[in-house]
């Protein structure tokens, strides 16, 4: 939990414990909530799985028939002049009339067989959706830490610029005094450059200290949606994640969504392969066709067409593209499969780094806090040796320039404290609101999946929620 020690003799922060505890503050389960209803890139992904659910109905359409109407109309004039002899006399006569030809028609086709295309397509495009969900995991982990570590940078650059800024009115008082005593005669000069120079170079960390600060509040508002208010303490989540490194690294490399995310693709390559050997097979297909058509003048006359067709189709050298194809889909499916590995790899590691830094920042809060228990109690018996003449006043600007900088790194390492117990949650793929236990509804990319697998028509989009 990011809380600093108040009521300390030298450089308190009690206006950043106030802060911290107000009443209306945020809390970090507030803005994790906030960052997975607003940040524009979980709805970014959220759609893209939606876009990718399209890809089952347009592979399931392959079972069904293709249906198309034609229709046609028109006109046609004709005026013909012709002669004939008789009897050595020429005779000439016109004929001349139009007709205004009209037909409808229509035309079904049904595929039967296409060599297990439409099958191995309907299940690569669920592997992508499944592929897409796992990736709209990754993502939704991604924003929650950055969301976490949003509300933590901001809370730990508060309490540096609040300590920077106390460290400068007690320099500056130190400057006081030691002018006072410069007047006097009890220092020299030298003293009084050594405070001024400690003075400068303490607003320079506060200014600093305001940078870092600015920013933190710049990105949490990136990240989160809103500009951040009164924020209380953050706590770690050690009761959601393993108990042993072991079971950590089984953990990750079995739940964490990047690597679902790439198991799914090496499904997806894998059914590629046998979509495209599907060229190789025969296909057969039946189409049924009727038409009607008049044709009108003097005299109407209507036709009837009507016909069923059934086609077999076997290929026997398409030019050799087929064969590249499956070629090329075999080597994507390698690649696949090495990018699984990767990915197996790389979540281990990632585990073993997180292990690893949660467990640094658990002995860095115990080191520091000693730290600054020990700048405090030299700092006080340094200020009363420079009373009686034992210590000089860079002595004194020394001890309290190390308090400070204990303190600094007391916030630090519980800001890693914090972010770090986050981290290896993601790292073993259960950083998600219904893990934390977050009060919001989940988002269900299964609901918008049922809401148009079967549809054959319409152009309207479900709101898949």
């Known amino acids: ?269 894998a059914l590629q392969v046998k979509v495209s050997e599907g060229a190789l097979y025969p296909s057969l297909s039946v189409s049924g066709s009727v038409q009607k058509g008049y044709d009108t003048s003097l005299s109407t006359v209507e036709s009837l067409q009507a016909s069923v067709t059934g086609q077999l189709t076997v290929p026997i050298y398409q030019g050799g593209s087929e064969y590249s194809t499956i070629r090329q889909s075999k080597e994507t499916l390698g690649q696949r499969r090495l990018e699984l590995a990767l990915n197996r790899d790389q979540a281990r590691a990632n585990v073993v780094q997180v292990w690893g830094q949660l467990e640094a920042a658990k002995a860095q809060i115990t080191a520091t806090q000693a730290q600054v228990t020990a700048a405090e109690i030299a700092l006080n018996g340094v200020r009363e040796e420079a009373r009686v003449g034992q210590r000089t006043t860079l002595d004194v600007l020394n001890a309290q320039q190390e308090l400070v900088n204990a303190r600094v790194a007391l916030v630090t390492a519980q800001r890693d404290r914090v972010v770090a117990s986050y981290a290896l949650l993601s790292a073993v793929g259960r950083l998600s609101v219904a893990v934390l236990g977050l009060q919001v509804p989940i988002y269900d990319p299964i609901t918008h999946y049922y809401q148009i697998r079967d549809s054959w028509i319409g152009v309207r989009t479900p709101d898949g929620q």
């Not at 991604?142 to 106390?166: E, S």
């Not at 706590?235 to 490399?253: C, E, H, K």
Request: positive net charge.
């Open 1 to 269: 939990m990011l809380r600093l020690r108040w009521g300390l003799p030298v450089a308190t922060v009690a206006g950043l414990a106030a802060t911290m505890v107000c009443a209306y503050a945020d809390t970090i389960e507030t803005a994790l909530v906030q960052a997975y209803q607003n940040n524009p890139q979980v709805n970014a992904q959220r759609a893209a799985v939606r876009a990718t659910d399209e890809n089952v109905p347009q592979a399931l359409s392959g079972y069904r028939p293709t249906i198309s109407a034609t229709g046609s109309v028109g006109t046609f004039y004709s005026n013909t002049t012709s002669e004939t002899t008789t009897g050595g006399r020429t005779l000439r006569s016109t004929s001349e009339g139009s007709v205004n030809p009209r037909s409808v028609g229509a035309t079904i086709t049904q595929n039967l067989f296409n060599g297990f295309q439409t099958t191995n397509r309907t299940r690569q495009a669920e592997a992508q959706v499944f592929a897409a969900r796992e990736t709209l995991r990754v993502i939704e982990q991604t924003v929650l830490l950055d969301a976490v570590t949003a509300y933590m940078n901001v809370l730990r650059d508060r309490a540096i610029l609040d300590l920077q800024r106390r460290n400068v009115e007690v320099i500056q008082e130190q400057l006081r005094q030691t002018r006072d005593r410069f007047n006097v005669g009890e220092v020299t000069r030298t003293d009084v450059a050594q405070a001024e120079s400690r003075v400068a170079a303490a607003q320079s960390q506060m200014l600093a200290a305001q940078a870092n600060y600015t920013t933190s509040r710049a990105v949490y508002r990136r990240v989160i949606g809103v500009d951040p208010g009164a924020l209380k303490p953050g706590t770690p989540v050690d009761r959601l994640s393993p108990r042993t490194l072991d079971l950590a690294i089984a953990q990750g490399q079995t739940e964490n969504p990047a690597v679902g995310a790439a198991e799914h693709g090496v499904d997806v390559a």
